[in-house]
């Protein structure tokens, strides 16, 4: 049976059902009640820890960087992001001249409901989460497309050259990441035998698949943080190239729209990554007792948000076609190689215990070994490639200087 | 009518109007931003249908290339926002008379056949199962797995295509060529 103190999220859910069903509702209605409360739950909650996202990540930026952080309102400045809010509330909303005023307004709405969208299937216990949707994966990238269209809106609309730019360049790094992401996200696919998320974390329990697929998940975790935007990634708003990029014509709670949006999703792909790699609510007891289960992924999610944070701490911005050439010629290549290796493993094992951890292992470690002899390789030839670049110059100037 | 049948009719209608909306706006981009409005519907519509999986590819194939479609409408076309290209021929009234007649037999046959008015029968198997029947179709070898090898050999023509167009090598040979 369950009780409030073991499984707290179905013992709501019944007793609002059975509440609803004793006020005389007809069944469909109370479902469809209480999912929309669900929904509306989970979206207030996830913009609220947005708060607490931006003051824990500025704290953190700042400690990286020798510095107090925000520390005047509030106990450790946690208020801080309120009283940014108040300010964001209470500025104008400047329209430019000449936008195209639908999607100008339009594009701030799809930017923050792309990021929210994502937590619909993201388990978060073993009973708590939106849809159990089967093709979950799929979904996530196909917001992750809405996310983008968002972008491209804001950046088409707002009559202004820098933020078409700042679009321009989004949009290229999003499309093209999304490829390795894509493929990065086929091998736990393939490691579970489903899309949907709850199932992908239900196969981990053993081994959580950064065990089997490390460079799976280096890749996912690469490629997802490019896909945020954020630093070292963060060329669409390169301060000093073109100014804020997309948003630059955005003032108030607009702006406000699209930062939210960039915190939110930066957090979002730290659980993404903590479900699809680390596990999820997977642990110790997290079955029995499901609010260990949602301690269990509070804490993976925010080990991986800490080490985004600490990315964008740690890393300069990289320049537009070293973006390019590390998407197209590195890691989309190496995530087809990992998925063709992860494909011929999985078929080898039999026992799906620990020999399957081994073999996984020993096909990434080969994989490393080829990518470390590859790239040792590619260095040479471009060293030679310099040199004999040099020559060349020198055998021209040389009948000169005689 | 069931709640259900109205959802569709509604998001048929606002299909069909975004889909007009499509071939008549005057901007470039409005027209594609119209079509990303159609295509939305069309992916509701295969909710509605219990084919959820499609809905979803739906969004991720056609949403995401859209985004794509802009950026070449803008870098191709001279002042897309506020271009205001006729979007009517002389010979309308042709096409107008040609599309009403191929509408007139359509619905002439359709009104014909026998399942116009027959309720849909309920789904023979979950949801689940016909996905992996659709999977499984497109690499068995008494189904579909020529077109599907097939379509997979086109994709990658294109893919080694553009790799030698854009192959440093090769373009120094080339412009050496044409000297």
Do not use: C
């Amino acid at each position: 049976m369950q009780s409030f103190l073991t499984d707290p999220f179905s013992f709501i859910a019944n007793w609002l059902e059975s509440l609803l069903l004793g006020l005389g509702l007809q069944p469909a209605l109370a479902t469809f009640l209480l999912q929309l409360l669900g929904a509306l739950v989970l979206g207030t909650a996830m913009l609220l820890l947005t708060f607490l996202l931006i003051w824990a990540e500025r704290k953190i930026v700042a400690r990286i960087q020798d510095r107090l952080g925000p520390n005047r309102v509030g106990p450790f400045g946690i208020f801080q992001t309120v009283a940014d809010l108040l300010k964001l509330v209470t500025k104008e909303l400047i329209t430019p001249t000449g936008a195209d005023l639908i999607p100008y307004n339009l594009a701030p709405l799809l930017a923050v409901m792309s990021v929210v969208g994502l937590w619909a299937v993201i388990p978060m216990a073993p009973t708590l989460l939106g849809a159990d949707i089967n093709v979950g994966v799929l979904y996530i990238i196909s917001i992750g497309a809405i996310g983008t269209l968002g972008i491209m809106l804001a950046g088409m609309s707002s009559n202004n050259k820098y933020a078409l730019l700042g679009a321009f360049r989004t949009v290229a790094m999003m499309v093209s990441y999304t490829v390795p992401l894509v493929l990065a996200l086929l091998v736990p696919v393939l490691l579970t035998g489903s899309m949907g998320m709850q199932a992908i974390v239900e196969a981990q329990s053993p081994w959580a698949y950064i065990f089997l697929a490390p460079i799976a998940a280096l890749i996912f975790f690469i490629s997802s943080v490019a896909e945020v935007g954020r630093a070292p990634f963060d060329l669409l708003e390169a301060e000093s190239e073109i100014v804020a990029g997309f948003h630059i014509e955005y003032s108030g709670l607009k702006f406000g729209m699209f930062f939210v949006a960039e915190f939110l999703h930066a957090f979002t792909i730290s659980a993404l990554t903590a479900t699809i790699f680390l596990g999820g609510w997977q642990g110790p007891w997290a079955e029995q007792y499901t609010l260990l289960g949602l301690l269990y992924f509070i804490i993976k999610t925010s080990l991986v948000y800490f080490v985004v944070i600490w990315l964008r701490g740690s890393f300069p911005r990289i320049r537009i076609d070293q973006m390019n050439a590390f998407n197209w010629k590195f890691i989309t290549p190496l995530a087809l190689v990992s998925l063709i290796f992860t494909a011929v493993a999985e078929k080898v094992v039999v026992d799906f215990d620990l020999p399957r951890l081994l073999i996984h292992l020993g096909v990434n470690a080969i994989l490393i070994v080829l990518i470390a002899i590859a790239l040792g390789g590619y260095a040479r030839y471009q060293r030679a490639q310099a040199e004999e670049r040099q020559q060349r110059v020198r055998q021209k100037s040389a009948p000169k200087a005689a | 009518m069931t709640i259900l049948q109205i959802a569709f009719l509604l998001i048929a209608f606002v299909t069909l109007v975004s889909a007009l909306m499509v071939v008549t706006s005057p901007s470039m981009v409005h027209a594609a931003l119209w079509l990303i409005l159609s295509l939305a519907g069309i992916a509701v519509l295969f909710v509605l249908l219990n084919a959820s999986f499609l809905a979803v590819v739906q969004v991720a194939v056609y949403i995401d290339a859209i985004a794509i479609m802009i950026i070449i409408v803008v870098m191709l076309t001279n002042d897309p926002l506020r271009s205001a290209m006729r979007t009517v021929t002389r010979a309308w009234w042709g096409a107008a008379i040609g599309a009403l007649i191929i509408l007139t037999g359509l619905l002439v046959m359709i009104t014909q056949t026998p399942a116009f008015n027959l309720q849909p029968p309920p789904l023979a198997m979950g949801q689940e199962e016909y996905l992996e029947t659709l999977g499984r179709a497109l690499v068995d070898v008494n189904q579909f797995i020529l077109p599907f090898e097939v379509a997979s050999v086109l994709l990658l023509a294109a893919l080694i295509g553009s790799i030698i167009v854009a192959w440093p090598f090769l373009a120094e040979r080339r412009e050496e060529g044409d000297r």
